[in-house]
């Protein structure tokens, strides 16, 4: 049992697992800010745009419910809340489109830079290639 948890230690410590666990958490508030930015910034103007509907309560009803006259409370309705979902795909959406920037971004940072170019060996000059013609007609005698 003690190699067990000696090696569950290793496995929990190692570094990817740890950076694994920061990036969830990161995620969930990351998410949490997402989540706010198209409930409490984007759907305004869309319901503003849309003539001031209430972009969440969007729905489709299938069976009208009852009103409680004590408690104010819909009764027994059924509906598919299609604005929750557009709502959520937003947030999918942008979530995805600032990932997107935030890798490009890093990437663009690790990229190491690209070397200078080193100038081309400098070749023999004109003088020394006549020379070396001169000395093989020379040999060829």
């Not at 090696?7 to 990161?26: H, T, Y």
């Not at 598919?80 to 709502?87: A, K, T």
């Not at 999918?92 to 990437?107: C, P």
């Amino acid at each position: 049992m003690k190699k067990f948890f000696s090696e569950f230690k290793e496995f929990a410590m190692r570094g990817n697992v740890i950076d694994l666990a920061i990036g969830v958490v990161i995620g969930g508030a990351f998410g949490a800010i997402t989540t706010s930015l198209v409930n409490d910034i984007i759907m305004p103007f869309i319901s503003l745009i849309t003539g001031g509907a209430d972009f969440t309560q969007w729905k489709w009803i299938l069976k009208a419910g009852t009103l409680d006259a004590e408690t104010g409370e819909l009764l027994g309705q059924v509906s598919v809340n299609y604005g929750n979902l557009i709502s959520v795909i937003l947030n999918f959406i942008i979530i995805a489109l600032v990932l997107f920037l935030v890798v490009k971004g890093v990437n663009k940072m690790k990229k190491p830079a690209a070397p200078a170019e080193e100038p081309a060996p400098a070749g023999p000059t004109t003088e020394e290639l006549l020379g070396e013609i001169r000395d093989l007609l020379k040999d060829n005698k």
